[in-house]
């Protein structure tokens, strides 16, 4: 069983920082991408930034220079570091790796999500 757990969600006023963390547990044989899609109310789920397990990273133009994606590999943990956040930033954030198990001599590749941590940025 694979479980992602997301934390570090809260409170935050306009122009301040936030730090979101997930780590992936279980059954993990490796991990290939990881990244973080955000769901604002009444909108749909959408992208904020993806990093492979070689390090490259794509973020949402709406993010670029203020988001730093970041993950480590041994921990299996992937990091949001969120600068500059601004009051449509506020939705719940969401982790999503791509998670091969071992089984029986053969990997399967499951795609896996968190269960969210909520974001609320203050005008």
């Known amino acids: 069983q694979v479980r992602l757990v997301e934390s570090g969600g809260g409170l935050v006023q306009a122009g301040g920082s936030l730090r979101l963390s997930c780590a992936a547990s279980g059954t993990i044989f490796n991990i290939n991408a990881m990244g973080w899609y955000r769901q604002a109310p009444g909108k749909q789920r959408e992208l904020v930034a993806t990093i492979t397990n070689g390090g490259g990273a794509n973020y949402a133009d709406s993010v670029k220079g203020r988001f730093t994606i970041s993950r480590d590999n041994a921990k299996n943990t992937v990091y949001l570091q969120m600068n500059s956040l601004k009051p449509e930033d506020t939705a719940v954030y969401y982790c999503?790796?791509?998670?091969?198990?071992?089984?029986?001599?053969?990997?399967?590749?499951?795609?896996?999500w968190g269960q969210g941590t909520q974001v609320t940025v203050s005008s």
């Open positions: 999503n790796a791509d998670i091969g198990e071992l089984r029986f001599g053969r990997t399967y590749w499951n795609d896996y």
